[in-house]
């Protein structure tokens, strides 16, 4: 069974830098992409971006670029999502998943709540 | 804004069917046949309900179906149930430069 288990919440101030994680077992953690959703409280869907663990091929949403980091560690079947100064903007739940393509996520972790605030 | 237009809500009775329409571009839904659409109960993470505009993932039921005609994909669910009740997303990939991008969301109440 495909599992993708993430990191449990966090409550951080503005400017803090933070790393989110999301632990991959029941698959061959290479063979498929995995990414990242951001929804903020109650608002819809977003894509971020994802990465191939094989080869680390990383692509990012226009929205997101620049502003987070997309990461995996294939030795521990984990993804990250990183930021280096969070903004009380960034307060959301993240949601990784993952896909054997890259157009669409079939498994999806039980999310991660940021919480920024001063 | 969302890339991709749904509506912000539909409404239907146990039994009867809907359909939940999501509205791009032809760089994106009408450009490829990568659309997906999932489900979100209140509180839960999505779950995939269909991918590649209308193939059905293992487990999910057949009431659930998936079409596109030019830049308008659609989800059409069959029988309601109670159960169905949630907020539904649609999703397209989009080229390279963007990649994937999710519609607003639709809500729907079963009556």
């Known amino acids: 069974e495909v599992q993708l288990v993430q990191s449990g919440a966090e409550v951080k101030k503005p400017g803090e830098s933070l790393k989110i994680s999301c632990k991959g077992s029941?698959?061959?953690?290479?063979?498929?992409?995995i990414g990242w959703v951001r929804q903020m409280p109650g608002k819809g869907l977003e894509w971020m971006g994802i990465?191939?663990?094989?080869?680390?091929?990383?692509r990012y949403s226009p929205s997101f670029q620049g502003q987070v980091t997309i990461s995996a560690d294939k030795s521990i079947s984990t993804a990250y999502l990183q930021w280096s100064s969070l903004k009380a903007s960034d307060t959301a739940m993240y949601y990784c998943?993952?896909?054997?393509?890259?157009?669409?996520?079939?498994?999806w972790g039980q999310g991660t709540l940021v919480t920024v605030s001063s | 804004q969302s890339a991709l237009t749904q509506p912000a809500s539909v409404s239907g009775s146990p039994g009867q069917s809907i359909t939940i329409s999501c509205t791009g571009t032809?760089?994106?839904?009408?450009?490829?046949?990568?659309v997906s659409w999932y489900q979100q109960h209140p509180g839960k993470a999505p779950k995939l309900m269909i991918y590649?505009?209308?193939k059905r993932p293992s487990g999910v039921s057949n009431r659930f179906s998936g079409s596109k005609s030019g830049n308008t994909a659609s989800l059409t669910i069959s029988g309601l149930q109670a159960e169905d009740e949630a907020d539904y997303y649609c999703?397209?990939?989009?080229?390279?430069?963007?990649?994937?991008?999710f519609g607003g969301g639709t809500k729907l109440t079963v009556l």
């Open positions: 029941g698959y061959s953690f290479t063979s498929y992409w």
């Open positions: 990465i191939y663990p094989g080869d680390s091929d990383t």
């Open positions: 999703c397209s990939y989009a080229g390279s430069s963007t990649h994937v991008v």
């Open positions: 032809s760089s994106d839904v009408g450009g490829y046949n990568y």
């Open positions: 590649d505009v209308s």
């Open positions: 998943a993952c896909g054997v393509g890259s157009e669409y996520f079939q498994h």
